[in-house]
């Protein structure tokens, strides 16, 4: 019989290989065969077993979201664990931060099934160590692994292997029985922080359409003394991102507001698929993006330290530098937030905190909520940014709505364009990058001259004739032929090169282009000094078909 290695298209197609974006392994479902699953999986416990991070006939703990992908790949990944000599936790269909959280404190790796806010046709596997979430440093080792197990599988004679010609297990075997203790530990983690009247006389709506964490987020509500109207629970899988608010989204909750104007409405919150990152609206209906929410948050556990991703409202470095928190500017990614905040920890730094833009706030460090120690979490979670910016209003006894109006009043929004490859969203941003040699993280343009900061946070003043300048000056040029007074730009002062090109003009608008890591997706956000204009900005780049960032890509083809 052939092997898979003499005949490549044994499975059917040729297989399409996952790969790592910003935050796990991503891809569409019909390339995400039970073979695919398996051989990322055991590679990454091969992987783990060779750093000493964990050993044969540990325990590995396992979790999905709604998708209705999600269940299938679960036995694929069960499977993968049996086949490399560990055993299997089945968590059921919870929260990512709370199947990482319960592996956490018992000391085990965890792999959750999640696509997080994509579509339903796509899907992912997040892989966690069992001290945290895994790094870009474990990247190269984990695909190492991938490898050495690919090889392996494509050498299997047809007869000896598990998988058929379609890719999918021959003889899948039902997943292990649900241990409720990881949702019982989660839930327990924010009834234990506050005391049960903490809400009372508070009414909540929760937005839950397939939020796999729906139904905890109504149970710690309720138990903290809230009363809640739970809407729009789905039977079908609907993809919410919460770094993507769009203008449907804000007329949803601002008319759910209005609905239930009687019923003195506290707050509209909801989570993303996963329930990994947090949506909050006010009193009013009125959204607010997660790296705003963020701020409230580090307000309100006192944080010392901050690391959020570049792409985050000029507000937080606004507020949080003027009130003496140390804030650390990251590329996107939990990955990235995570290491600045373990860097943080490694000088001594106390009292650590991270956020991402779409809200997934996590915890380096231990903090004291009345009293009661809440454990590090160092992985995007939804519940905690919830509770403290709830916590934060009712213990100043004013309205949601005045919390967010204190802080200061930037706006942001941020948008996409979908089936975007990856490769020409690359080579977009590769032609306005400055020369690879010279490590230039920053750019200003001051007065005629032009400074440079580096990845060391050195800063210089270049000379008119060095060739760094020249080609910083050409790339100004080129952008303020795209971004020009017809659009209402002004000149750029800023260009930042952390992630992506993060463009500010001289009037504060702030155009930021990053291809997505992890989805054939290219991301646009914006700042301004109005809504209004933040938006204008988003729609500018990603309009189709003459957007700018189309014009670029027919200049660059």
């Known amino acids: ?34 073979l695919e699953c398996y051989i990322n999986t055991k590679g990454f416990i091969e992987y783990l077993i060779e750093i000493g991070n964990i050993y044969t006939g540990d325990t590995i703990c396992i979790a999905g979201d709604l998708r209705s992908s999600t269940r299938r790949i679960m036995t694929a990944v069960t499977t993968a664990i049996e086949h490399s000599g560990c055993k299997v936790d089945n968590c059921g269909l919870i929260p990512t931060p709370a199947v990482t959280y319960y592996a956490m404190q018992k000391g085990q790796a965890s792999i959750m099934v999640t696509g997080s806010h994509i579509p339903d046709d796509r899907n992912g596997i997040k892989f966690n160590r069992k001290d945290g979430e895994v790094s870009k440093t474990d990247e190269t080792g984990i695909l190492a692994k991938v490898a050495r197990v690919r090889r392996e599988q494509y050498s299997e004679r047809e007869e000896a292997t598990p998988f058929d010609k379609k890719a999918m297990l021959k003889k899948p075997s039902p997943l292990p029985d649900v241990n409720q203790e990881a949702s019982a530990a989660y839930v327990h983690r924010y009834l234990a922080s506050f005391s049960p009247n903490y809400f009372s006389g508070k009414t909540i709506i929760v937005y839950q359409h397939s939020a796999v964490g729906r139904d905890m987020l109504v149970h710690v509500l309720e138990g903290l003394g ?60 009125e959204l607010y993006r997660g790296d705003v929410l963020g701020i409230v948050v580090c307000q309100y556990l006192n944080a010392q330290f901050a690391a959020v991703p570049i792409s985050v409202n000029r507000s937080v470095g606004i507020h949080l530098e003027k009130n003496g928190v140390v804030l650390r500017y990251t590329k996107i990614g939990s990955p990235y937030v995570i290491e600045a905040m373990n860097e943080a920890i490694g000088q001594g730094k106390s009292s650590v905190v991270g956020w991402e833009t779409n809200g997934g706030f996590l915890t380096g460090t231990d903090f004291l909520i009345n009293g009661n120690i809440v454990k590090a979490l160092s992985t995007r979670d939804a519940f905690l940014p919830i509770l403290c910016a709830l916590a934060q209003a009712t213990k100043r006894n004013i309205p949601v709505s005045k919390l967010f109006s204190e802080l200061p009043q930037w ?70 032929r795209f971004f020009n007074s017809k659009t209402g730009f002004d000149s750029i002062v800023h260009i930042n090169y952390v992630d992506g090109i993060r463009i500010t003009f001289v009037n504060g608008d702030v155009a930021h282009l990053r291809p997505s890591g992890n989805a054939p997706q290219f991301r646009v956000y914006s700042n301004a000094n109005s809504q209004e204009r933040a938006s204008e900005i988003v729609q500018l780049c990603i309009s189709e078909p003459d957007g700018i960032v189309q014009q670029m890509e027919r200049e660059l083809s």
């Not at 608010?245 to 601002?254: G, K, L, P, V």
């Not at 996409?416 to 010279?438: A, Y």
């Not at 032009?450 to 080609?471: G, Q």
């Open 1 to 34: 019989m052939n092997s898979v290695k003499n005949n490549p298209t044994f499975w059917g197609k040729e297989p399409v290989q996952l790969r790592f974006g910003t935050s796990g392994l991503r891809g569409l479902v019909v390339d995400m065969t039970d």
């Open 411 to 480: 706006y942001t929004d941020t948008g996409l364009i979908d089936n975007f490859p990856q490769e020409t969203g690359r080579k977009v941003i590769k032609h306005f990058l400055p020369p690879r040699e010279s490590n230039i993280q920053q750019v200003d343009f001051e007065a005629g001259t032009i400074k440079v900061t580096d990845v060391a946070d050195r800063t210089w003043i270049l000379d008119s004739e060095n060739p760094i300048y020249k080609a910083l000056s050409g790339n100004k040029a080129k952008l303020e």
């Open 226 to 285: 809230a009363q809640t109207i739970r809407v729009n629970k789905s039977g079908r899988f609907v993809a919410i991102d919460t770094e993507n608010i769009t203008t449907q989204d804000r007329e949803f909750c601002r008319d759910l507001a209005d609905k239930y104007r009687q019923k003195d409405i506290f707050a509209i919150v909801s989570t993303d698929s996963d329930s990994d990152r947090p949506l909050i609206a006010d009193e009013k209906g």
